[in-house]
């Protein structure tokens, strides 16, 4: 008994666990390093408590678990309803490990309304995990509007020169695309009465939702513009740079560790889980701007000149990757996209870490302002490395069991695919480790260089974790992949049914 | 023995009660004004916005003993049911707020305080008045007297031209736009030969409907469109409310939107005659669109919320699309809970705009606000949290509006009305986000004083800030009372006449004029 309490709340108290130390930091006296500490170790509890979840998940079973249903609004009938599967259980965890690793740090590099900081650092943490485990439509409308607002606040006041052009650019562009979203959503329960997720599909499913062949492309298409301005997809992508230079590094981290992840895991649940025929009917162009993403990501972080904007680049050329994953429609794509989302959060969070690591030090991110840092600071440099090489796909880390599953998939589904998209995995070796040499090798050029001191004890307990993390999943991909590859299976069910039926008639 | 159908028409003790709150805000009105020329000039400021805001708060209990006894009274001329009832609570408590935020304003300001307090009763009365009256002239009479309270309330600010010019365009627009009300109201009785609105409900059920009811009902809703600032009928709304003191905009912005709203309600899914929802979409799509445009390029804060009410009165008339298909309970409702919703965030922001114009009005651009965040962490917060509700993000009560608006609209199967709609709380998005920005992302380039919040309108400020948090957590208690007392607008069918005796008198035993 206690233990079916236990796991129908475990699910609600990891979500909120954030808000209630938001909350509590509101009526906390402005003394800076006991907000500090008070923010870290809610954010540490949090990550404890979402262990919990992977621990006691079964991994065999295919539908959701930890579920909760409770009906929160009674008219319209809107439902209280989380639950967990394969997907969504690592995003969470994701989610919670990159936020305690954010507190720290911004440990020293906010000195500036600390208060307000860590505030909006717990309020998004909190909406990010509700947009993974919610499965009410509407509850997911909710929770990722709400990521909105402390994002484009934590850009807008905590960033650099060009922060309120940048926030105001990212809230808009989110927003104008969501909005179409939210008219799909109201349109399906217009026509089911429902706005649960499961409910929903079932009706789709079976050809219950009246009028649905004729919308049914426009509904899609409301989701997947919502998702694809998120990821950022080509032509999409444009205000990425943008936010990610401005915004101070543990908005970075979030930004591209998870808020990107919003829009792919979006695609799969919905986009797929809803729409299957539309999903397979509007492939081909999705994984044209896919591979379009790839190229044209690497080709433009190639030749930049800022640190930052060079791995929000990479960003997009990875995150092509993923979405690449999703609409080949293949196990190994699938779970390729999967691991590629997990693994790029852990590699890229831990890049722009370490880029804001050298902002902290001397305010700028041009890479031509730096030169020979090996010298001066050994362990970042080292740190780094380790990082690059997870990110570019080395074998044994992290970044190399993704690409590879998802480059499966895309041969499998069409071999030309496959073929383009792996020249990006040489791209992106090209762009990180030229801007590696150029930073860290040769003489130090910038006398002024010389004297910036390595890695301190905070920032090395925020960047270890990540490579900890990206040796694991290089090492051990079976732990992640065990509870993602059945649930990848039941979102392809109705792809598999389709062939049937193709193949029957 | 007098005959039955005359005694019907003589008061009795019950259709006081049933216009209880009206009675008791109006002797409060009274007294204050009487007090006015008694008290000195130093002591009056505290006593009579005491006794007003006691006026206001004995108007609430009034309207909960009311709801006790609903009915008919008055010769069928007022009503009490669970609808009116709802717009009492809302415009009183609007009025109470509106009250509590004033007393430090009339004090920074040195206005007289006397007539001041005596108008918002006397104006509240009407608005009260318009939510329950269910007869077109008695409507009519009602809308004057919270409309000619306005006027004057508008030109509180003697001693600038801009709030004098505000109180006189808005009194010839105004008796302009009430002119061609009354006109409609004399069309449908041409049409119809009855001014009540059950009765005309009935008349256009068992005959065919003349053109002159199509007229009619467009000639109305001219005047009440101009009282909620719809577009086409919303050009005098910036320049009035740039004019008008703040609180006074906190007031006209909300609570006779309300009451407008309400008789909106009544006159169009009561009466429910076919052919005016086109009127609405357009004017649904016109007000949002021409709203949230001309917000985008407003410098003065008064201005920019002028626009956005013009933009919240086009979602609000959103909802009225459900009126040709049958399930109009979602729409009647969700109108509702927007005009409380809009009302709870609109008067939490004037309240924060008053206090922080000072003396003179004299902060009140864009600009004053740089830096806000920094030297009034409190104030700015307070008023971020009121701005997201005007943009609808979720956990206020904003949000939670416009999605049953949408809804209601999707319902009807009006998807091009729900893109519009979305389209424009997109754009609308920006310019409140302005508002934030520069509060929190920019330096104070002047010195603008920030005085610490007094204690009254610290009380107006949570009233409205739980109101608009509570809404967007919890809005099914309000939503299921709304939604409770739309089954009572719904056209009364001839089977639930005979099911719902008492709610529906026999109508036949009223003396025709």
């Known amino acids: 008994m206690s233990t079916d309490s236990w796991s129908t709340y475990i699910l609600t108290f990891v979500t909120f666990a954030p808000l209630v130390g938001a909350l509590l930091l509101l009526v906390f006296p402005r003394r800076d390093r006991d907000i500090r500490i008070f923010a870290l170790v809610f954010s540490l509890l949090t990550f404890l408590l979402a262990l919990h979840l992977p621990v006691h998940f079964h991994r065999?079973?295919?539908?959701?678990?930890?579920?909760?249903?409770?009906?929160?609004?009674?008219?319209?009938?809107?439902?209280?309803?989380?639950?967990?599967?394969?997907?969504?259980?690592?995003?969470?965890?994701?989610?919670t490990f990159l936020t305690p690793l954010c507190v720290?740090?911004?440990?020293?590099?906010?000195?500036?309304?600390?208060?307000?900081?860590?505030?909006?650092?717990?309020?998004?943490?909190?909406?990010?995990?509700?947009?993974?485990?919610?499965?009410?439509?509407?509850?997911?409308?909710?929770?990722?509007?709400?990521?909105?607002?402390?994002?484009?606040?934590?850009?807008?006041?905590?960033?650099?020169?060009?922060?309120?052009?940048?926030?105001?650019?990212?809230?808009?562009?989110t927003m104008i695309a969501s909005v179409f979203m939210l008219a799909a959503i109201l349109w399906l329960y217009a026509h089911t009465g429902s706005f649960d997720f499961v409910v929903i599909r079932d009706q789709i499913a079976r050809g219950r939702v009246p009028n649905l062949p004729a919308a049914a492309q426009w509904l899609f298409l409301g989701f997947f513009l919502a998702f694809a301005v998120k990821v950022p997809l080509f032509p999409f992508h444009t205000w990425l740079p943008d936010a990610h230079v401005e915004a101070p590094t543990a908005g970075s981290v979030l930004l591209a560790g998870v808020l990107l992840k919003m829009g792919t895991y979006?695609?799969?649940?919905?986009?797929?889980?809803?729409?299957?025929?539309?999903?397979?009917?509007?492939?081909?162009?999705?994984?044209?701007?896919?591979?379009?993403?790839?190229?044209?990501?690497a080709l433009v972080a190639m030749v930049q000149p800022n640190m930052k904007k060079l791995i929000a680049y990479s960003s997009v050329s990875h995150l092509g990757f993923v979405v690449l994953g999703i609409f080949s429609f293949t196990q190994a794509g699938l779970n390729g996209a999967m691991f590629v989302m997990l693994a790029h959060g852990v590699s890229t969070g831990g890049l722009f870490m370490l880029a804001g690591i050298l902002h902290e030090r001397r305010h700028t991110y041009e890479i031509s302002e730096f030169g020979g840092l090996a010298t001066p600071m050994p362990v970042y440099a080292a740190s780094y490395l380790f990082i690059v090489l997870a990110s570019l796909g080395l074998p044994l880390l992290n970044g190399f069991i993704g690409e590879f599953l998802v480059l499966t998939g895309a041969f499998q589904a069409k071999p030309v695919y496959g073929v383009l998209a792996a020249t990006g995995v040489i791209w992106s070796a090209g762009y990180l480790l030229w801007m590696f040499q150029r930073v860290f090798y040769g003489k130090v050029t910038k006398p002024v260089n010389l004297s910036m001191h390595d890695m301190i004890g905070f920032e090395k307990a925020a960047v270890w974790p990540c490579a900890v993390a990206a040796l694991l999943m290089g090492v051990a991909p079976i732990l992640w992949l065990a509870a993602i590859d059945p649930a990848v299976q039941a979102a392809l069910t109705p792809f598999t049914q389709v062939v049937s039926k193709v193949v029957g008639q | 023995m007098l005959p039955a159908a005359l005694l019907q028409t003589i008061p009795q003790g019950v259709d006081y009660v049933r216009i209880l709150p009206e009675l008791i805000l109006s002797v409060f009105g009274i007294v204050v004004m009487v007090l006015d020329p008694l008290v000195d000039e130093e002591k009056s400021q505290k006593l009579l916005g005491f006794i007003g805001l006691g006026g206001a708060l004995a108007g609430l209990l009034a309207t909960w003993y009311m709801a006790q006894s609903p009915g008919l009274a008055f010769s069928n001329?007022?009503?009490?049911?669970?609808?009116?009832?709802?717009?009492?609570?809302?415009?009183?408590?609007?009025?109470?707020?509106?009250?509590?935020?004033?007393?430090?304003?009339?004090?920074?300001?040195?206005?007289?305080?006397?007539?001041?307090?005596?108008?918002?009763l006397f104006g509240t009365v009407g608005m009260a008045l318009m939510s329950s009256a269910v007869e077109l002239v008695l409507i009519f009479i009602a809308l004057e007297i919270s409309s000619i309270s306005t006027y004057i309330l508008t030109g509180f600010r003697r001693n600038e031209a801009s709030s004098s010019e505000a109180s006189l365009k808005y009194f010839l627009l105004g008796s302009f736009a009430t002119a061609f009300f009354l006109y409609g109201v004399a069309l449908m009785f041409g049409a119809t030969g009855s001014t009540n609105i059950d009765l005309i409900s009935q008349k256009l059920q068992a005959e065919p409907?003349?053109?002159?009811?199509?007229?009619?009902?467009?000639?109305?809703?001219?005047?009440?469109?101009?009282?909620?600032?719809?577009?086409?009928?919303?050009?005098?709304?910036?320049?009035?409310?740039?004019?008008?003191?703040?609180?006074?905009?906190?007031?006209?912005?909300?609570?006779p939107k309300a009451a407008a709203f309400a008789v909106l309600l009544r006159v169009v899914f009561t009466i429910n005659a076919p052919g005016r929802s086109g009127l609405l979409w357009v004017a649904a799509a016109l007000s949002m669109t021409l709203g949230n445009v001309g917000a985008l390029v407003q410098g003065n804060v008064k201005r920019l919320l002028a626009y956005s009410s013009?933009?919240?009165?086009?979602?609000?008339?959103?909802?009225?699309?459900?009126?040709?298909s049958g399930d109009s309970i979602a729409g009647i409702s969700a109108a509702m809970f927007y005009t409380a919703a809009y009302a709870a965030m609109n008067v939490g922001a004037f309240a924060v705009v008053s206090h922080f114009a000072n003396a003179g009005e004299r902060y009140v651009t864009l600009e004053d606000y740089e830096g806000l965040g920094r030297s009034s962490p409190l104030l700015a917060a307070t008023l971020t949290i009121f701005l997201l509700s005007l943009?609808?993000?979720?956990?206020?009560?904003?949000?939670?509006?416009?999605?049953?608006?949408?809804?209601?609209?999707?319902?009807?199967?009006?998807?091009?009305?729900?893109?519009?709609?979305?389209?424009?709380?997109?754009?609308?998005?920006?310019?409140?986000?302005?508002?934030?920005?520069?509060?929190?992302?920019?330096?104070?380039?002047?010195?603008?004083?920030v005085t610490a919040i007094p204690f009254g309108l610290g009380v107006a400020l949570a009233i409205s800030l739980v109101a608009t948090v509570y809404l967007g957590i919890l809005p099914n208690r309000v939503l299921q009372f709304a939604q409770h007392s739309a089954q009572e607008l719904t056209p009364p069918q001839p089977s639930a006449i005979s099911a719902n005796g008492e709610q529906m008198p026999p109508l036949a035993a009223i003396p025709q004029p």
């Not at chain 1, 000195?111 to 439509?137: N, P, Q, W, Y």
């Open chain 1, 60 to 95: 065999s079973v295919q539908g959701f678990q930890y579920e909760i249903d409770r009906q929160w609004i009674s008219t319209p009938d809107i439902h209280y309803h989380m639950a967990l599967d394969g997907i969504s259980l690592w995003l969470v965890v994701l989610t």
């Open chain 1, 104 to 173: 720290l740090i911004s440990w020293k590099s906010v000195h500036d309304r600390v208060k307000e900081f860590f505030i909006l650092l717990l309020i998004l943490e909190t909406a990010l995990i509700g947009v993974f485990t919610s499965l009410d439509l509407f509850l997911f409308y909710f929770f990722w509007e709400s990521t909105l607002i402390p994002m484009a606040l934590l850009i807008g006041i905590f960033g650099h020169e060009r922060k309120v052009y940048a926030a105001v650019k990212f809230f808009m562009y």
């Open chain 1, 266 to 297: 979006g695609m799969l649940r919905f986009n797929l889980g809803l729409f299957p025929e539309q999903a397979r009917h509007n492939a081909p162009w999705i994984m044209i701007l896919a591979l379009i993403g790839i190229i044209y990501g």
């Open chain 2, 77 to 120: 001329m007022v009503k009490v049911d669970d609808f009116s009832v709802f717009f009492h609570f809302l415009i009183i408590g609007i009025a109470a707020v509106v009250m509590l935020s004033s007393f430090e304003y009339m004090a920074v300001q040195r206005i007289r305080a006397g007539e001041y307090y005596a108008l918002i």
């Open chain 2, 209 to 255: 409907v003349q053109l002159l009811v199509f007229v009619a009902m467009a000639l109305m809703f001219v005047g009440l469109g101009f009282k909620v600032a719809a577009a086409p009928f919303h050009v005098w709304t910036p320049d009035v409310y740039e004019g008008a003191p703040a609180p006074v905009v906190g007031l006209m912005s909300t609570a």
């Open chain 2, 310 to 324: 013009i933009a919240h009165a086009g979602y609000l008339l959103m909802a009225f699309a459900m009126t040709g």
């Open chain 2, 391 to 449: 943009i609808g993000i979720p956990m206020t009560g904003g949000f939670f509006a416009k999605f049953y608006v949408f809804n209601a609209a999707m319902k009807a199967h009006l998807i091009w009305l729900t893109l519009v709609g979305v389209i424009n709380s997109a754009i609308g998005a920006y310019y409140y986000l302005r508002l934030i920005v520069v509060m929190y992302m920019r330096e104070s380039r002047k010195e603008v004083p």
